[in-house]
């Protein structure tokens, strides 16, 4: 994966403003053929904007758009022949099921029986053979979504474009259609740009993942890089959850946070630099003999596969994880002791 | 609350609104149908005998053949010209920033906000021999002679279509504003022009909105009375001026109710057929 990425579509230096306001600053990006990239961010970040372009809904300010080694920046969205899944799923109301994925193929003008044939191949694809027939009023959420999915897909498009296409679906259903989507997608080898705020949505689909915050790009990388090495506070807040601790380098390998020393590498920052620990809740050890970190919990959420503590003690407020392994886990009030392997400690400077 | 109150619940809220409509529009077409049934003497007046006779007169007499005809050609007519005026405009309209389109709503509201008979009477003042059409078509040598619109088929189409258009655009921008803009870009996305868009993605979509649209427009057509009346004179009649050239003309009151009976029949009968196409067609489709 980490070799020199050979670019099928190529975003270089797009920046997108609406009049004062600049959505995207500077977005340049690698995609290659085959890939699959999340822009991950909260709403506002410019992951819908960046998409939109790709798409050639929105015109960039400045920059240009590569597919395939041509300059695509300034094609119209009907020349650029990209599948769209678009957040409401946009299905024609007044089309049956066969009807919307064979119209894209209608407008390459493809042969009616051909285009029968192979929308309906693509319904089969999506396992909704059974709701050719069928308008969109008279299905669930799930099946629109993969019709609008077997639509995109139909036309043989070069690269997909997923707009939040599991945001309307309830948990169950997202998590099956997240594993179903990825399947489909290696399947297929279809080069695809999906636009998402949930983060486990990005973690559990993608190759790679772009996490955008205020129209610039934090941090490309792949899911479990980004996981465990986030190269700033944004990034690992906003990835999974953390907690984020300001402390003062002491000494080399030495900070000090509330008055405790905690050892982590510091590398060359000088003493006297503050600093910001992250480490993640599922990454502490939890035990009842004296050893580590002091905390009191003063909340226990039962999650089913894990528990959710809150401690606090002389660091400060703490979020713990901990597996459940069928026995009971501590309660309000109880007091633990907290460690940490080595590594599980991410340094950044400054303070959040 | 018990289950048999809650039963009468409904019948006690529609109460009063199904009282008034039965004392001030029932019983007057009732009347009106009653009346409809005697015969008429123009020495005697009105007989007190029961019979078809007046509907038989206007069936069977090409004059009124001719009235009803050119009614019904009005109101398709007019319902057509709204559709080509309206369509376009609701349109437009729902392309428009919110700013601009409060103006132009007003704009297109502004036949409505002025009364009937001011609004037809500019037009008169528009479309006589001597009027401002008239005038410029000579001066700009299309016309040798005065030319009048007035009391003929055209001046009273463009005074309806000026009045009615609104509604159509009010009908068609409602069902506009419904449309997921989304399924543009995803027609745009699979390859269609912007036309084809229009054409295939928001027009069949906007089918409803121009199917009410177009029935609230024909009902208002082939009912009016006022710009008929004016514009139309006694030389362009249609079945409401008819109506009322019986009751104060002739005084033939019985005629006049049976004209009017007829076209109220003939009105319920189309809209609702019309109606019950619309469904049909549409109501797989939309929610």
């Known amino acids: 994966m980490w070799g020199p990425i050979v670019s099928f579509l190529r975003l270089e230096a797009l920046k ?36 939109q372009m790709v798409a050639g809904l929105l015109q960039p300010t400045s920059g240009r758009i ?50 029968i044939e192979r929308a309906l191949a693509a319904l089969e694809q999506v396992r909704l053979s059974q709701f050719a027939d069928r308008y969109p009023k008279d299905m669930s959420g799930g099946q629109r979504q993969r019709v609008a999915l077997a639509r995109a897909l139909v036309i043989e498009p070069p690269v997909l474009l997923l707009d939040e296409p599991l945001s309307n679906l309830d948990a169950k259903l997202r998590e099956e259609m997240r594993i179903e989507l990825r399947l489909l997608q290696q399947d297929i080898g279809v080069t695809t740009i999906l636009v998402t705020h949930d983060q486990e949505e990005a973690l559990s689909m993608s190759d790679r993942i772009v996490v955008m915050q205020h129209g610039d790009v934090s941090q490309t ?16 807040d906003f ?23 905690i050892e982590v590498d510091t590398s060359d920052i000088g003493a006297g630099s ?30 089913g596969a894990s528990w959710l503590y809150r401690g606090t003690g002389p660091l400060g407020e703490l979020f713990i994880t901990q597996p459940n392994t069928g026995t009971a886990g501590y309660a309000k009030g109880d007091k633990a002791y907290l460690s940490w392997p080595n590594g599980a400690l991410t340094l950044f400077e400054g303070t959040v | 609350m018990s289950g048999a109150s809650l039963r009468k619940t409904p019948y006690a809220l529609t109460g009063p609104g199904v009282l008034f409509f039965a004392a001030l529009l029932g019983a007057p077409i009732v009347m009106t149908f009653l009346l409809s049934l005697h015969s008429y003497d123009f020495t005697l007046g009105i007989q007190s005998d029961w019979s078809l006779g007046n509907y038989a007169d206007v069936l069977t007499d090409s004059y009124f053949h001719k009235i009803f005809g050119r009614t019904f050609g009005l109101g398709l007519l007019v319902t057509v010209c709204c559709i080509l005026i309206g369509v376009p405009e609701a349109y437009v309209l729902s392309r428009l920033s919110s ?40 001066a700009l040598g299309f016309a040798d002679a005065p030319v009048s619109l007035m009391f003929t088929f055209t001046g009273m189409t463009i005074a309806l279509v000026h009045v009615l258009v609104p509604f159509m655009v009010i009908a068609v921008w409602a069902s506009l504003q419904k449309i997921d803009p989304q399924s543009e870009d995803a027609g745009l996305s699979l390859g269609a022009s912007k036309f084809t868009v229009l054409r295939r993605i928001t ?40 109506a009322y050239d019986e009751y104060l003309g002739t005084l033939n009151w019985p005629l006049g109710a049976a004209i009017a009976v007829l076209l109220l029949l003939a009105n319920v009968v189309i809209i609702v057929s019309f109606n019950k196409f619309i469904e049909r067609r549409y109501a797989k489709v939309f929610e």
């Open chain 1, 16 to 51: 997108k403003e609406f009049g004062d306001f600049v959505a995207v600053r500077d977005m340049t990006l690698d995609v290659a053929r085959g890939e699959f990239i999340s822009l991950l961010g909260p709403s506002g970040c410019g992951k819908t904007t960046t998409l």
């Open chain 1, 66 to 115: 590569i597919l395939d080694g041509k300059d695509i920046t300034e094609t119209p969205p009907n020349k650029r022949g990209l599948g769209i899944v678009f957040q409401s799923y946009a299905l024609f109301p007044h089309m049956t099921a066969t009807e919307n994925v064979s119209f894209g193929l209608e407008m390459r003008g493809v042969a009616k029986a051909e285009r």
């Open chain 1, 221 to 236: 990388a792949a899911p479990l890089d980004l996981y465990e090495r986030p190269t700033n506070t944004f990034v690992s």
């Open chain 1, 239 to 261: 990835v999974g959850k953390t907690n984020l601790l300001t402390g003062k380098v002491v000494a080399p390998n030495t900070v000090d946070v509330n008055g405790t020393k």
């Open chain 1, 274 to 303: 503050t600093v910001t620990l992250s480490i993640r809740p599922e990454k502490f050890k939890m035990s009842d003999d004296s050893s580590g970190q002091e905390v009191r919990i003063d909340a226990a959420i039962f999650l």
């Open chain 2, 99 to 138: 700013r601009w389109r409060s103006i132009f709503l007003l704009i297109v509201l502004g036949p409505l906000l002025i009364a009937v008979v001011v609004r037809t009477l500019g037009w008169a003042l528009l479309f006589g021999s001597t009027g401002i059409l008239s005038m410029t078509a000579q």
């Open chain 2, 203 to 242: 027009l069949p979509q906007a089918m409803p909105g121009i199917l009410s649209g177009s029935i609230i427009v024909f009902a208002l057509t082939t009912s009016a009375f006022a710009t008929p009346a004016i514009i139309g004179g006694r030389r362009m009649k249609v079945v409401a001026t008819a």
